[in-house]
């Protein structure tokens, strides 16, 4: 079974140009770049029955956990022992993520002009999730260009 890492650990140990999937709330999921800069909210087709073949096609070296579904996923699914985990937890509003949005690029993947207040989409909360978790354990720029 995989063992939770601390976030810096799990960055440390991730091996080069692997991707870092997320699995939000209500299965929400989101995939960052191999440079580990950005984000992404996968397509809603992308569901955790299909996470064999996630891992594989998107080059997944890591999970990122946020805590409410941390419950049910080692338990549940059949992860890979060279996949690394760890848990998130952010506070991040969707206004906060906007704010960011408007003067980081590396947000642009997210397409948050798109998002009703209201009406997020589980794969996008899993997104802002993930890109706030590359932003802060990462360095968002500074690790893409040095």
Request: with cysteine; net charge negative.
């Amino acid at each position: 079974m995989n063992r939770i890492l601390q976030p810096k650990t799990f960055v440390n140990r991730l091996r080069p140009t692997k991707s870092v999937l997320a699995i939000g709330d209500n299965s929400g999921l989101a995939i960052s770049d191999p440079y580990l800069s950005c984000a992404c909210p996968l397509p809603l087709t992308a569901t955790l029955n299909s996470l064999k073949q996630l891992l594989a096609e998107h080059g997944v070296g890591g999970i990122v956990l946020m805590p409410t579904a941390s419950d049910f996923v080692p338990g549940q699914l059949h992860i890979p022992s060279q996949i690394l985990m760890t848990e998130w937890t952010t506070t991040i509003t969707l206004l906060q993520a906007r704010k960011y949005a408007s003067d980081d690029l590396l947000w642009s993947d997210i397409h948050l002009e798109d998002v009703d207040d209201n009406q997020v989409q589980p794969n996008t909360q899993a997104a802002i999730a993930l890109q706030h978790f590359l932003y802060s354990h990462c360095g968002g720029w500074s690790n893409t260009f040095g």
